[in-house]
């Protein structure tokens, strides 16, 4: 299993605000610090405001902060949220009797039990 462009930078950029947590910081701040492009950053901000991980603030003194304790933050809730998790397309398979869904599933499973154990807290 790969993790996304997406959840490796809404990863990064909640390891930033854990880090951050006495002020707001900045996308261009954070875009900076990792180098990446500051419009790709603003599409996992959205996400992760709509998900309540992150509180943001507008105007000339505005920023983002972490919405939540980073014990709160669940590591396989976040990649549920952030990633498409269809691994396999069987709509067009003929095969009848096919057990390559289970066994894929099975592994998905396996992988996202491991993150369901951490929290943002064990990786900062």
């Known amino acids: 299993m790969k993790?996304?462009?997406?959840?490796?930078?809404?990863?990064?950029?909640?390891?930033?605000?854990?880090?951050?947590?006495?002020?707001?910081?900045?996308?261009?701040?954070?875009?900076?610090?990792?180098?990446?492009?500051?419009?790709?950053?603003?599409?996992?901000?959205?996400?992760?405001?709509?998900h309540k991980y992150i509180r943001t603030v507008r105007g000339k003194h505005g920023g983002i902060t972490l919405n939540k304790t980073p014990e709160e933050i669940n590591l396989?809730?976040?990649?549920?949220?952030?990633?498409?998790?269809?691994?396999?397309?069987?709509t067009a398979c003929a095969i009848s009797g096919c057990k390559l869904p289970m066994a894929v599933n099975e592994g998905l499973r396996a992988f996202l039990a491991v993150f369901d154990r951490k929290t943002l807290r064990d990786i900062i």
């Open 76 to 90: 396989g809730e976040l990649i549920r949220h952030q990633e498409n998790l269809k691994l396999l397309d069987c």
């Open 3 to 50: 993790l996304s462009q997406f959840t490796d930078y809404s990863l990064r950029l909640l390891i930033y605000l854990s880090g951050a947590r006495d002020r707001l910081v900045t996308i261009s701040e954070i875009a900076s610090h990792y180098d990446i492009s500051a419009p790709h950053l603003k599409k996992v901000v959205t996400s992760l405001s709509s």
